[in-house]
């Protein structure tokens, strides 16, 4: 790694890093899922729509994982690979990976509550020698050495960037000639009206610790201006919709304590988080984006 000191995270930095410390345990773990944070795509019954027990589903995890199959194909990460998921969350991507794949893996995450529980999950699935997580804010830098990693994986995380630009010039920076970055973001709709976005985009930026969100449109300028070829950039076809239909189902779940009076302050805090991205993304304005870029040999 090379030395680099850790500026002073900015406000919004901070804001995320809060964000994860906080709701983790009882909002992404006890409403999504006990080992990944991220969408999935999901063949028949494996979302589990209806049911109250996804936390631990194996057939859910499943379509987690085919998620991550689908994002990391371009890369195609070999055993003697190193790898970077940035914004690791709880550490369930690199452990899949390390466990599938026999590559080394490094989690890189702002939140200290997600590094302590997926150093945890990674020495539970006896893969420590294989898995390392590292604390780090991947809006500013990544403690790596330059030219050093093959394969950087980033999955809805960068959607919370204070500065992606930066972000992508430090992906460029430790990517080895010929190396490749794979990753999914949260994105708005190309060609939405200032009133679109006003009634459907900027309501999400405070329940989810969102500055600012990008388009297919502007991410692509990004991604070259930092150095890197774009392979690809495309959506899911559709394939994504079960995600939605459990936003809405998570959401009719906590109407309903609501409406018997049960919902205390933090739960209805939960329960607007999820109706603003329910809302983006039924009136067409929110989608998943996947991308695959190189930096050239």
């Avoid at 994860?20 to 969408?39: C, P």
């Avoid at 859910?60 to 890369?75: D, K, N, Y």
């Amino acid at each position: 790694m090379e030395p680099h000191p850790e500026p002073a995270l900015s406000a919004h930095d901070r804001a995320v890093a809060s964000h994860f410390d906080d709701w983790t345990d009882d909002f992404y773990i006890r409403w999504w899922h006990a080992d990944h944070v991220h969408f999935g795509l999901f063949e028949r019954g494996e979302s589990l729509v209806g049911s109250e027990l996804r936390a631990e589903s194996g057939e859910f995890a499943r379509g987690l994982e085919r998620m991550i199959e689908v994002l990391i194909a371009p890369a195609a990460i070999e055993k003697n690979h190193q790898v970077v998921d940035a914004g690791c969350g709880i550490g369930g991507t690199a452990i899949h990976l390390a466990g599938t794949r026999g590559c080394m893996v490094t989690g890189v995450n702002v939140s200290t509550r997600q590094l302590e529980i997926a150093r945890e999950k990674a020495a539970a699935a006896g893969l420590e020698r294989r898995v390392g997580f590292e604390y780090g804010n991947c809006s500013h830098h990544l403690p790596f050495a330059s030219d050093s990693v093959d394969v950087v994986v980033n999955i809805e995380s960068a959607c919370m960037y204070s500065d992606r630009g930066r972000f992508l010039r430090e992906v460029r920076r430790i990517l080895k000639p010929g190396g490749r970055i794979v990753a999914t973001d949260w994105l708005m709709s190309d060609g939405l009206t200032a009133e679109r976005i006003e009634t459907y985009i900027r309501p999400m930026y405070a329940p989810w610790a969102l500055q600012n969100m990008e388009s297919p449109s502007s991410y692509v300028p990004l991604l070259r201006e930092a150095g890197l070829t774009l392979l690809e950039f495309e959506g899911f076809d559709g394939r994504d919709e079960d995600n939605l239909r459990l936003l809405r189902e998570n959401y009719r779940i906590l109407r309903g304590i609501e409406f018997c009076g049960l919902l205390p302050a933090r739960v209805r805090t939960m329960m607007e988080k999820i109706r603003t991205l329910e809302a983006a993304w039924r009136n067409g304005c929110f989608e998943l984006g996947r991308y695959c870029a190189v930096k050239p040999a």
